[in-house]
């Protein structure tokens, strides 16, 4: 299977040449008619071709150019005939088309081609065709050659690989068999009795290969159908989440989902360190560089398996709360971005670039897209609807009287200017989320404890007479004495044992 990445990474960058060369030499600089031994971008209207001139949406052949062992005959496409007229139109083929003609040829040129399935052949250009098309479509940027590191894995179309569940093993760990067209009838590590019902349709089949071994994903069509979603208006309670640093979830109903900081810790970041520092100082090309490569590749993985681990648990901790989530609309790719460059008399100066690249980590660890995603995606198996709002001014806003300032926020420590409302940040902007999806319930298994309880604390009022001051202490405590005791809940999650 090995051997197979490589012949189908050859391949796929060889079309991927191909179509490059013909994009670059079907727009030349040119007012006269172009000669192309075969195929080029012509004139809407008269049909006849040209260079520069040549509209991009009418291609005769989508910015490809022929290999010299097809014929004429071969790149001409004919279409079905009429049944009315009988009429059979003649058109040229699409790059793709042509290009499955010569990996056919391939097969029966080349030892290493012929021994490739030619269906996974097959696969392969249609991936390339999405690509290429997303970039035509403005989706995406143009097709990028694949490297050794970022292509691993090929695909089955349906109803190609036949799985043979084995239940009969005692054990939690069981194996069962699946034939792959090609390779031949495999064993595979099956730990899940559920995981291929019997009455699933399988799709399509990839099969990957990691850093410690090689998977099989699993495309099932299911009878299961997904329940209509509520509608918002009828739900009977709702949760307001606020993702973050410190805390992975606050829930408006005082509530936290911890972060685990998978990567960021020091014990794991030194970790890293030290197994990159080792792949450094082998040889480039050498076997052991290669060994040391894998053992990153190892940690990262096992940083990204349990980071997949956390999130699933932590949505479907957030969908038992209530039968409605609301969580902020979140521009993460922009949170992330580059400080803008300040520069002072033709010198680039410090522009906080430095500190906000810890911040930008730890935002990557946390993973918020990937958690909202799985949060939708529980939701929608539940029928519970999830609404996204404005995240604007969220942390700074009181979800009492609605007073935005920037002085209300003390770093974990809300305390209102207007109104003098004490809450926790984070629980505060879950519940000022809500407050904006204008809902009011919070939770259907929100808690009441007793006064007794220890996980009550009794918090010291902010003085709203100080005019806006706060009177801190050397240990950073206000003074002022509260008008009112307000009891705030304090409760800790812990997602592992």
């Known amino acids: ?9 050859k391949h796929r960058n060889y079309c991927l040449a191909e179509r490059k060369r013909g994009y670059e030499g079907n727009n030349l600089d040119s007012i006269e008619i172009v000669e192309y031994s075969y195929g080029a971008y012509c004139d809407i209207e008269s049909r006849i071709e040209y260079g520069a001139y040549c509209p991009l949406t009418c291609s005769v052949i989508k910015h490809g150019v022929l290999p010299d062992s097809i014929s004429l005959e071969q790149s001409i496409k004919f279409s079905k005939p009429n049944r009315e007229t009988g009429e059979i139109k003649i058109s040229w083929d699409s790059v793709s088309g042509i290009q499955s003609k010569r ?3 391939l097969r029966s040129e080349n030892y290493s081609y012929s021994r490739i399935d030619s269906q996974i052949l097959q696969q392969n250009l249609a991936k390339l065709d999405v690509a290429y098309t997303g970039f035509f479509k403005h989706q995406r ?12 894995s090929f695909q089955y179309p349906p109803n190609r690989c036949q799985f043979t569940i084995d239940n009969s093993s005692p054990k939690n760990r069981f194996y069962s068999h699946v034939y792959l067209p090609g390779i031949g009838t495999m064993r595979y590590l099956d730990n899940r009795e559920w995981s291929i019902p019997s009455d699933a349709g399988i799709r399509t089949v990839t099969v990957k290969k990691l850093a410690d071994g090689w998977y099989i994903s699993v495309l099932l069509n299911t009878a299961d159908i997904l329940p209509e979603v509520n509608d918002i208006e009828s739900v009977e309670s709702a949760v307001g989440i606020d993702l973050g640093i410190n805390r992975l979830v606050a829930l408006s109903d ?7 900081r998978h990567a960021t810790t020091k014990r794991t970041r030194r970790r ?3 197994r990159q520092r080792r792949v450094s100082r082998k040889v480039k090309g050498s076997a052991n560089r290669r060994k040391a490569g894998i053992e990153v590749a190892k940690l990262h993985k096992k940083i990204a398996d349990k980071r997949n681990d956390t999130n699933w648990k932590a949505a479907h901790k957030v969908l038992r709360k209530a039968d409605a989530v609301i969580r902020e609309d979140l521009n993460i790719k922009g949170m992330k971005s580059r400080c803008k ?6 010198r680039f100066m410090p522009n906080g670039q430095s500190a906000k690249r810890g911040l930008n980590r730890s935002i990557s660890d946390a993973s918020w897209g990937d958690l909202t995603q799985k949060i939708e995606w529980v939701a929608a198996k539940s029928g519970k609807p999830v609404l996204a709002v404005n995240p604007k001014y969220t942390s700074q806003a009181c979800s009492n009287c609605g007073h935005i300032s920037k002085d209300n926020r003390d770093g974990e420590k809300f305390i209102c200017q207007e109104c003098g409302h004490i809450d926790h940040a984070d629980t505060q902007a879950s519940r000022t989320i809500l407050r904006r999806a204008k809902l009011k319930f919070v939770s259907t298994d929100a808690k009441s404890l007793s006064v007794d309880c220890g ?13 806006g001051k706060r009177h801190q202490g050397k240990n950073g405590i206000s003074k002022a004495m509260p008008e009112k005791p307000i009891l705030v809940e304090i409760r800790q999650l812990s997602i592992f044992d």
């Open 1 to 9: 299977m090995s051997e197979w990445l490589v012949t189908l990474r």
């Open 103 to 105: 990996t056919t040829q």
């Open 254 to 260: 005082g509530s936290f989902i911890e972060n685990p």
């Open 141 to 152: 940027g143009f097709p990028a050659f694949r490297k050794t590191s970022n292509f691993n």
């Open 341 to 346: 460059p300040k520069r002072v008399k033709g």
């Open 272 to 274: 890293l360190r030290i």
């Open 455 to 467: 996980k009550v604390t009794l918090v010291r009022h902010y003085d709203a007479a100080s005019n």
